[in-house]
Structure formats: C-alpha cells, structure tokens
C-alpha cells in the first residue's frame, strides 16, 4: 500500500518537473503528492484508464506489454528522468501497458484531471508530455529488437547496467522471478546467466541482491542496446 512520506522527498528530484520553468512548476505543486510503493505493486494494468500521473524522486517503474496468455515482457523502464502517464495530459487516456514497481520507489503524483486543467494552459507541461512519450517509444522500439536478435546474457547485462542507473546505486535488490519476468525467460536462464557473469568477476549475486563490481566489464558483456539507449534518451531530452 502507498506510504505517505514527508515533505522533505522534494518533486524537484525529478528531472522532468526540475526542468519546468519556476511558472509552470508552481501551477502542478498545490496538487502534488509524495508517497513511497513498495517491489512488485501493480500500479496499472493494460487497459486501465490513467487515473494518476507519477514523477518518481528514486527506484525505478517497469512498463510491461502483457499478451492474451497473461505472460509479460518490459518494455520501457522509468527513473527520476521520467514520468508515467504523462499523456493523460493530453486527454482521457487508456494505459496500453502494465506498470510495475520495479524497485522501491518514491514519487511526486497527480490526479489525472487536475493535470490536464493545468496542461490547458502550459505549453512546456504539454511539450513534456509529448517529448517524454517519444522517449517511452524510443525504448520500446530498442527493447524489442533487443529481445529478438540478442542473447539472453547480452540482455541480462543491459537490463542490470540500466537498473542501476536507474537505482543511481550498483547494489540492486532482484529475485530470479522478477528478473525472468522482465526478460521474458525462464528462471533457469536467469540462474544460468547470472552465475556466467559472476564467474567472469562483473557481478556478484547472493539471495535476490546484485552488486556489480566491475561496470566496464558488465558493460563488454552488455550488448550495443545500453549505450543505444542513453544516446537516444539525451537527443530527445
């Protein structure tokens, strides 16, 4: 359940609402608030109308495109860089995906309704909702083809440097089962990759906990998607 946190978790961490003029900024914070969620909670499933929008401070959501069999596969991840639901400011709006915290998180959010009034009538609040979803859709369309033409290693070392950016800590808490969910493999794959990359001294794994050791090795095993992945988020930042 959501946690309310004190006011001290300042929206200001997130980069998006940081990067608003002073004007536009004061229009959202009256109807700004922090809580905290917790690993695992389903914040939006496919199909939901986006009745809230969430500017994350820390941790980490995950945007899952769910298939008619139930099974699931990430395709965009969000950070203190972004937000989720954003383009409810731009009219009723129906998430396509589901939304899952990821790792402990911290977010400033808003009622999708109190957004739009204030959208109306801020250009550069309905300039982010449009830039950020290119964002969204740049990582999706990497995603995929990632999970189609590269090794499940490869992905597992992308998906890990990007956790920790997104963490801004090289210690990400994860089990084998969140981790095959993400991937869209089986939990012997995780077991099997994971122990790999242990051995060659990038990582160490111990009871759902991940610390990397050696980040530019991490980096050799990862395969071009990570740096494919900053270098479009900073064009269309």
């Not at 069999?69 to 995906?97: H, N």
């Not at 300039?127 to 990497?142: D, F, M, P, T, W």
């Amino acid at each position: 359940m959501p946690v309310p946190v004190s006011k001290a978790s300042l929206p200001l961490d997130n980069k998006l609402l940081a990067s608003l003029p002073r004007d536009d900024f004061d229009r959202l914070l009256p109807h700004l608030s922090t809580i905290t969620l917790q690993q695992g909670v389903v914040l939006t499933e496919a199909g939901d109308e986006v009745d809230q929008i969430l500017f994350p401070h820390y941790g980490m959501l995950s945007l899952l495109a769910v298939l008619r069999d139930g099974k699931a596969i990430e395709t965009a991840t969000v950070g203190r860089e972004g937000v989720v639901g954003a383009m409810a400011g731009l009219g009723l709006y129906k998430s396509l995906v589901r939304v899952v915290v990821q790792m402990p998180v911290s977010v400033s959010k808003i009622s999708a309704s109190h957004f739009r009034t204030v959208a109306a009538n801020s250009d550069p609040i309905r300039s982010l909702c449009i830039r950020y979803n290119e964002v969204l859709l740049s990582q999706a369309r990497v995603t995929a083809a990632c999970n189609a033409l590269h090794s499940i290693e490869a992905r597992f070392c992308r998906w890990l440097l990007q956790s920790a950016d997104r963490a801004a800590s090289d210690t990400v808490a994860l089990t084998q089962e969140f981790l095959a969910e993400m991937l869209g493999v089986r939990r012997t794959s995780v077991t099997e990759v994971a122990s790999k990359v242990q051995a060659a001294g990038a990582i160490t794994y111990s009871r759902g906990v991940i610390k990397i050791l050696d980040r530019p090795a991490l980096m050799r095993m990862s395969c071009e998607c990570y740096e494919t992945l900053l270098d479009q988020s900073a064009t269309l930042a």
